[in-house]
């Protein structure tokens, strides 16, 4: 009964930036841990960033982002957000938004709610 729609993604030049946005509606949903994964072709879906929406200093990001994105989030309109600076041709990818239930997990398969993903793509 979650709804997560991503949108935000497009055609960027290496360097360039992208702002994802994650639309979050249903139960409980404001309580719930969220996160950005990635997927690209051939490969299994990889985590990005995790934030908390009720533990101070919960967010966490992944050794190949940190430092050229951002995490955030409207507590207000449950909408999630990544911003994606410095952005590499390893960036592309299918991004997707989710939501945990409990803990602030790191992990796919400790997520219990996806969006469709919307598609990053960075050229050299």
């Known amino acids: 009964q979650v709804q997560l729609v991503e949108s935000g993604g497009g055609l960027v030049q290496a360097g360039g930036s992208l702002r994802l946005s994650c639309a979050a509606s249903g139960r409980a949903v404001s309580s719930y841990t969220m996160g950005w994964f990635r997927q690209a072709p051939g490969k299994e879906r990889e985590f990005v960033a995790v934030?908390?929406?009720?533990?101070?200093?919960?967010?966490h990001y992944a050794d190949s982002v940190t430092g050229r994105f951002t995490i955030s989030r409207d507590r207000t309109t449950n909408t999630l957000y990544l911003q994606t600076n410095s952005l590499k041709p390893e960036d592309t990818a299918v991004y997707y938004c989710?939501?945990?239930?409990?803990?602030?997990?790191?992990?796919?398969?400790?997520?219990?709610?996806w969006g469709q993903g919307t598609q990053v793509t960075v050229s050299s």
């Open positions: 934030i908390s929406w009720l533990i101070s200093g919960g967010i």
């Open positions: 989710a939501a945990a239930e409990r803990g602030v997990p790191l992990t796919t398969g400790q997520y219990d709610y």
